[in-house]
């Protein structure tokens, strides 16, 4: 490749990533090719079923808005057959004052209630609970405040193995392993590493979270 082709080469590539970035709920050529796969169109919540409350959740400018009385969002959709186990996982989110929302994995489908089973990655800016946005509640919380409301961030929680690292938009939030027999407080017995899919939460009707540009990357 001489270099020409090499600049246009790199040229397209940087562009891509810089569009996919601009526009979200799309992959760049680069993610597609790392094997990201999205789980939200951006237009529907196809593939995703609501607990509780279905009229928590709802469409606004491309994103998921989480808004109304106790509700879990559920991707049941293709992609993994909705069973993952190692993943990387990485979702752009917005919170607003008091709101208190998270991020499921490893947790399965249930009608009512809050999931019984999976890890919660903490969603929350302002709430009066102080476990932050990043830290895996109950199980390693975090206490610092990691954006101010109304501004967007990127989580990322990668699982491999037993290994759970979480990062808002690229900083090491929590990297935390799972020992044998993990001591868990009551109600969280089932706070533990398997497999399963992802879910939104809707905590409360105060509280009012963003989500966007949902995407996948299978580590097995």
Do not use: C
């Not at 993943?87 to 499921?104: C, H, M, Q, R, W």
């Not at 967007?152 to 027999?181: C, F, H």
């Not at 992802?198 to 995407?215: C, T």
């Amino acid at each position: 490749m001489n270099r020409r082709s090499l600049l246009a080469a790199l040229t397209f590539a940087s562009s891509s990533v810089a569009m996919a970035a601009d526009t979200p709920n799309t992959l760049s050529t680069a993610e597609k090719a790392e094997g990201w796969q999205l789980l939200f169109d951006g237009q529907s919540l196809e593939h995703w079923k609501a607990s509780d409350q279905p009229g928590s959740f709802s469409l606004k400018d491309g994103a998921i808005v989480v808004k109304g009385p106790r509700s879990h969002l559920f991707y049941l959709g293709p992609v993994g057959k909705h069973d993952f186990k190692n993943f990387e996982l990485k979702i752009d989110l917005k919170t607003f004052p008091k709101a208190n929302s998270g991020v499921y994995f490893h947790t399965l489908w249930q009608e009512v209630g809050w999931p019984s089973k999976g890890y919660e990655v903490q969603v929350n800016n302002s709430h009066s609970d102080p476990s932050r946005t990043g830290g895996l509640w109950g199980v390693a919380d975090y206490p610092q405040v990691t954006a101010p409301d109304g501004q967007w961030q990127t989580l990322s929680i990668r699982v491999e193995g037993l290994r759970v690292v979480t990062r808002i938009d690229g900083k090491l939030i929590v990297d935390y392993t799972q020992e044998a027999n993990p001591p868990r407080k009551k109600g969280l017995e089932e706070r533990l590493i398997r497999s399963g899919t992802f879910a939104l939460q809707g905590h409360d009707p105060e509280s009012e979270v963003h989500f966007r540009s949902i995407k996948v990357k299978l580590l097995d």
